[in-house]
């Protein structure tokens, strides 16, 4: 856990020292399971530091999502001119106040930052008893963050440096609740941004095939969830506790922002 690189400097080593912090505050105060609480508290406090960020994301792609159906009538009305095509956009953009690069900057800003979490996470939970102390106590800015001994790698009882393929011997089916919750919070959340009644209006105007960015997001929609759900089976539990953290306050947002969105499409739901 000492390599010198930019990276490490700039973005890991402080998210260590806050989860560090974090822990030895939950460990005073007798808080069982601490090293568990601390991931889903500092998960948390990057959500929260990033919250601006997702917003201003959010937003832009809300509104690229509201002046889509203006765009594909320029794209068939325009579809042999693509001099006309390119300026009647733009002037539609310049219309409804929509910047089509106002979604990614704040993508670029944060996925730093979520892929310096996760690293810290993985390195942190991968830690056997034996080297949390000396490895950690190598890389804290201060004295009073220094750990005197090993921590719990437990949470609830299951160990969070392994994962469910692993546990399922030990523990049984059960332990799948984890990977299973995974892809569910993560196709809600999918779900939700696709506007409402979107795969209805796809099937009655029957798009093109070739529509790359309609197909990849349909697509998305079910083959991300089930992703994750495997990279939960087989990455260490305590990764599962951040990613899960992560998607449940990404639905929380995504819902103030933007409601339910395509999730009022699935009937049994029922909602309005």
């Known amino acids: 856990m000492t390599d010198p690189s930019l990276f490490n400097t700039v973005l890991v080593w402080p998210i260590v020292n806050a989860l560090i912090g974090i822990y030895k505050i939950l460990?005073?105060?007798?808080?069982?399971?601490?090293?568990?609480?601390?991931?889903?508290?500092?998960?948390?406090?990057?959500?929260?530091?990033?919250?601006?960020?997702?917003?201003?994301?959010?937003?832009?792609?809300?509104k690229m999502q509201e002046i889509n159906p203006h765009l594909?009538?320029?794209?068939?009305?325009?579809?042999?001119?693509?001099?006309?095509?390119?300026?009647?956009?733009?002037?539609?953009?310049?219309?409804?106040?929509?910047?089509?690069?106002?979604?990614?900057?704040?993508?670029?800003?944060?996925l730093p930052i979520i892929w310096g979490l996760y690293t810290v996470l993985d390195k942190i939970v991968r830690l056997g008893a034996k080297d949390v102390a000396s490895s950690i106590n190598?890389?804290?800015?201060?004295?009073?963050?220094?750990?005197?001994?090993?921590?719990?790698?437990?949470?609830?009882?299951?160990?969070?440096?392994?994962?469910?393929?692993?546990?399922?011997?030990?523990?049984?089916?059960?332990?799948?609740?984890?990977?299973?919750?995974?892809?569910?919070f993560q196709f809600i959340q999918s779900k939700m941004m696709i506007p409402q009644g979107k795969d209805k209006d796809k099937d009655k105007k029957e798009k093109k095939k070739d529509d790359f960015a309609s197909a990849f997001q349909s697509q998305s929609l079910y083959i991300f969830p089930v992703m994750i759900g495997f990279f939960s089976y087989t990455f260490p539990l305590g990764l599962s506790l951040y990613w899960n953290t992560f998607t449940i306050f990404g639905i929380i947002q995504q819902y103030l922002i933007s409601g339910w969105g395509g999730l009022k499409d699935i009937k049994f739901l029922n909602i309005k």
């Open 138 to 184: 190598k890389i804290v800015y201060f004295d009073f963050l220094k750990l005197s001994s090993a921590w719990d790698p437990n949470f609830l009882g299951i160990p969070l440096g392994q994962n469910p393929a692993g546990l399922i011997s030990k523990i049984g089916p059960l332990i799948l609740i984890i990977p299973l919750l995974t892809f569910l």
């Open 27 to 62: 460990f005073f105060i007798h808080v069982p399971y601490a090293l568990g609480f601390s991931i889903i508290l500092l998960t948390v406090v990057i959500r929260l530091i990033l919250y601006p960020l997702t917003t201003s994301q959010l937003k832009a792609s809300k």
């Open 72 to 110: 594909s009538r320029l794209k068939e009305k325009h579809k042999n001119d693509a001099k006309t095509l390119q300026a009647e956009t733009m002037k539609l953009y310049k219309e409804f106040g929509v910047n089509p690069v106002a979604g990614c900057l704040p993508l670029i800003v944060q």
